[in-house]
């Protein structure tokens, strides 16, 4: 990937839950293309992510979502797996730094379950996007088109349905960053 997102900061949102290979490998993307990345979550200390249902490792908490404001980031990524984001979506305060990320036009990028966050947050209706499939209906009836592709961008939201599209998810999101109009 040679798209520069020097300096960049990119929040990535999640907890308890989360699908370890998406939280990883589109961190890492972002730092070798320069950008700073920082796990937000809903609780201090580590996180326990998950490979598919089974234990995988912990990662340090470097933001509670209370304490973290959508102005200091340039893009939000929200990982995926079952629990996670069904754990951010009752949230309130996981829903708002979400929200904020759309109000401020800031590109916003979620793999697998990670849209659900988005549903709650209300920023799904009118949008093209893909995800799991078992998504398809919650999106549909929160007003979305739901589309099956590897990666769909929609005006700045990158979209992915699973582990297997995580070449293309991160290549659309730190392309998404890098063009981003929004200035902080």
């Not at 979550?41 to 509670?64: F, P």
């Not at 304490?67 to 069904?86: I, T, W």
């Not at 007003?143 to 005006?155: K, L, Q, S």
Request: proline fraction near 5%; include cysteine.
């Amino acid at each position: 990937m040679s798209t520069s997102i020097s300096g960049k900061r990119v929040a990535f949102l999640a907890t308890d839950g989360v699908e370890e290979i998406e939280y990883t490998e589109p961190r890492k993307a972002v730092e070798a293309a320069g950008g700073v990345a920082e796990l937000v979550s809903i609780k201090d200390g580590e996180i326990q992510a998950l490979n598919h249902l089974d234990k995988a490792g912990t990662y340090k908490v470097e933001r509670t979502v209370k304490n973290a404001d959508a102005q200091q980031y340039d893009a939000l990524v929200l990982p995926g797996g079952v629990a996670n984001p069904d754990f951010l979506r009752t949230d309130q305060d996981a829903v708002r730094f979400v929200r904020d990320f759309f109000v401020a036009g800031k590109p916003v990028a979620a793999i697998c379950h990670g849209p659900w966050t988005l549903i709650e947050a209300g920023v799904v209706d009118g949008r093209t996007l893909t995800s799991w499939p078992s998504l398809r209906t919650d999106l549909a009836n929160a007003g979305a088109t739901w589309v099956y592709e590897p990666v769909h961008v929609d005006n700045g939201l990158v979209t992915s349905r699973k582990p297997d599209d995580i070449p293309a998810f991160t290549e659309a999101l730190v392309k998404e960053i890098a063009e981003s109009k929004v200035n902080l």
